[in-house]
């Protein structure tokens, strides 16, 4: 299945940063950092009858010294969509418990959702230890598989 996605059917309604955090240490602020490890979770969920889809999107980055962590933060970020006709793009089992979302609308939503994160984070770091970290640009794909490392 797949259809294609009209980005007027699509409604951003709400944003919430649910964990904001960042431990910096005397350590890592004498430290030209510019070596961090990040690692990121992605989960979808969907209220079919109410035509909504939740992303939520979880980032760890790490500043390094060699390999050890010597400052770490921890973000997690919750998106509430609104889809117009949300019943087009997904498939149920016959069970009835579990849907198929449609790749094009679940990348589509990855790909608003990551880069929303990444301006956010980009304001977030600024006066911080974490100031030279910006979110890489990723296929969505990989955070639909959530097999990304970034």
Known sequence: MSKPVIADKIHLNQVDILKARIDETVTARAHDGRDFS?????QMRLVLEQEIVFIDLEVIVDMLNGQTSIANSAFKFSFHFQIEQLSDFI???????????DRNLAGTLAAISFSTVRGILLTRFQGTIFKNFILPIVNPEKLLANKLTI
């Open 38 to 42: 990040s690692n990121l979770v992605f």
């Open 91 to 101: 498939e149920v089992n016959p069970t009835g418990k579990t849907f198929v979302c």
